[in-house]
């Protein structure tokens, strides 16, 4: 079982940047594909960006691709998303979540264990 704590959020003006952290508890993190969700107000929880267990593979939401940025630490057991050129339609509350899989793609029924999200506001 792990455990993962999202950091890293805040209010930010178009066009900034802020990177996410998710930090994941017990020895296996290795062994865990991860990935970033979202969750606007009054919309659904969408996908945003997922990775593989070593970090070779990597997916994106169309909405983000080419502006933000998954990548993971499995020393330090904590996966990032940074985020550049953030637009007002990505305020929303973030989510890290763990899949015991090599690679948890864009379904979250795919992720075991999942944070309680850190908040993302851009200003326009």
């Known amino acids: 079982q792990v455990q993962v704590v999202e950091s890293g959020g805040g209010l930010v003006q ?12 017990g020895r296996t ?17 969408e996908f945003v960006a ?6 070779a ?3 994106y939401a169309d909405s983000v691709k080419g502006r933000f940025t998954i990548s993971r630490d499995n020393a330090k057991n904590t996966v990032f998303l940074q985020m550049n050129s953030l637009k007002p339609e990505d305020t929303a509350l973030y989510y890290c979540a763990a899949a015991q899989s090599y690679y948890g793609g864009s379904y979250s029924n795919h992720y075991d264990y999942w944070g309680r999200g850190t908040q993302v506001t851009v200003s326009s």
């Open 14 to 25: 178009a066009g900034g940047s802020l990177r996410l952290s998710c930090a994941a508890s």
């Open 29 to 45: 993190f290795g062994s865990y594909a991860m990935g970033w969700f979202r969750q606007a107000p009054g919309k659904e929880r």
């Open 50 to 55: 997922a990775i593989s267990r070593s970090g």
């Open 57 to 59: 593979s990597t997916g």
